[in-house]
């Protein structure tokens, strides 16, 4: 019965290693197969962004200089003397008003 079960196992074995070798081709085909299909999509992908000629600088990319602390307390002392006094400003509008700095 001992050599029964072992030529058994052995059988056992032998599907397992076939159905292993099966699966390893399977995921190399698929493996290569998604590599092709990601090069095709990143070529077949038109960019939002136009091709950048040398020497060109975009606006966008330019640095936005900082305010310096005294023109910021002018402006905001310009905006305070150019709006009208309400009264009571402690009052409210009704209105729910997002101040984004």
Request: glycine content about 4%; charged content about 40%; proline content about 5%.
């Amino acid at each position: 019965m001992s050599k029964n079960r072992v030529e058994q196992l052995e059988s056992t074995v032998a599907e397992l290693e076939s159905t292993v070798e099966g699966l390893t081709s399977e995921l190399i085909e698929a493996k290569e197969r998604i590599r092709v299909l990601e090069a095709e999509l990143d070529t077949d992908t038109p960019t939002r962004v136009p091709e950048r000629r040398s020497g060109e600088v975009d606006a966008s990319e330019e640095e936005t200089p900082e305010a310096a602390p005294d023109e910021v307390a002018e402006a905001t002392a310009d905006a305070d003397a150019d709006e009208p006094a309400t009264g009571d400003e402690t009052e409210d509008s009704g209105t729910d008003d997002i101040i984004v700095a």
